[in-house]
């Protein structure tokens, strides 16, 4: 344990360019976009100023990162406008028609299958 957290700790950036700190070890002052995005901020186009590092067994690299921005440098969110609104709202529309049947359904049409169900899978359906 000791020789992956000296691994993942490089507080001056020598080793990785930037600096790097272990899994929930980063100090304050530091967030992730989605622990930015639950205060209500963004990066606000700032560069990455710190990661934080994990070993990792699914990923080839063996290892995860996550890039922390400064919190002091974020901007707050920008406002969804109405057209941003209806933007979604056409776009969460396309998602749940099928494109062959051109039926809407009340759930999202699997992007494995590329249709509804009743349209991949005809056959399936009939009565015997």
Avoid: H
């Avoid at 992956?4 to 080793?15: E, I, K, N, T």
């Avoid at 941003?84 to 028609?97: C, H, N, S, V």
């Amino acid at each position: 344990m000791a020789a992956a957290y000296a691994q993942c700790f490089d507080p001056s950036g020598v080793r990785y360019g930037i600096p790097t700190f272990p899994w929930k070890f980063a100090p304050d002052g530091y967030a992730t976009r989605r622990q930015l995005r639950a205060q209500g901020l963004r990066p606000g186009g700032q560069p990455v100023a710190a990661q934080v590092m994990r070993r990792s067994r699914r990923r080839t690299s063996g290892v995860s990162l996550a890039y922390l921005y400064r919190v002091d440098l974020a901007l707050p969110v920008r406002p969804m406008t109405s057209r941003k609104w209806g933007a979604l709202a056409l776009a969460m529309l396309a998602r749940r028609t099928c494109p062959k049947c051109r039926v809407v359904y009340s759930y999202c049409i699997p992007r494995s299958l590329g249709m509804c169900v009743l349209c991949a899978f005809p056959e399936e359906q009939r009565v015997a």
